[in-house]
């Protein structure tokens, strides 16, 4: 799957851990963000990955910022963008299956390494919602912008 991850500073650490996790497992990855850890403002970031997923440079995206909250509070200004903020694999799964979130969030300082890695493989391994009540209600909160 081609993916575009991309972290601010926040969450610059985790980022290089799944860039190798996701790389091991044959995934293409366009990386945004910088590549020393220095200060980076996270909404810029959010609307790289965002114009990634909208104009199909990549299937889905990854955010990853500190906690995860600022990335999924950008992306989701972004129209035609649903980034889900998970903490969990079940959120994750949820996110793809009730929600057809594209871009999956992430913080990098609350996450550590193995499970933030099962909220991925999670969040990319479930297609999107697929069940008509959940496409109803979809609906209704994209009549929202």
């Not at 996450?111 to 391994?125: P, R």
């Amino acid at each position: 799957m081609l993916l575009s991850l991309g972290s601010d500073h926040g969450g610059f650490e985790l980022r290089k851990e799944l860039i190798v996790l996701l790389q091991n497992e044959g995934h293409e990855l366009i990386v945004r963000g910088n590549d020393d850890g220095s200060p980076v403002d996270y909404p810029e970031i959010a609307y790289q990955v965002s114009a990634d997923v909208l104009e199909k440079r990549s299937e889905l995206g990854i955010l990853i910022c500190g906690t995860g909250i600022g990335m999924s509070n950008a992306a989701s200004r972004v129209d035609g963008i649903t980034a889900a903020l998970c903490c969990n694999s079940y959120m994750a799964r949820m996110a793809r299956l009730h929600n057809d979130a594209n871009i999956l969030c992430l913080g990098g300082r609350v996450l550590g390494k193995e499970l933030a890695w099962d909220i991925v493989t999670e969040f990319i391994g479930n297609m999107p919602l697929m069940d008509e009540k959940y496409i109803r209600r979809r609906k209704k909160v994209k009549a929202i912008r």
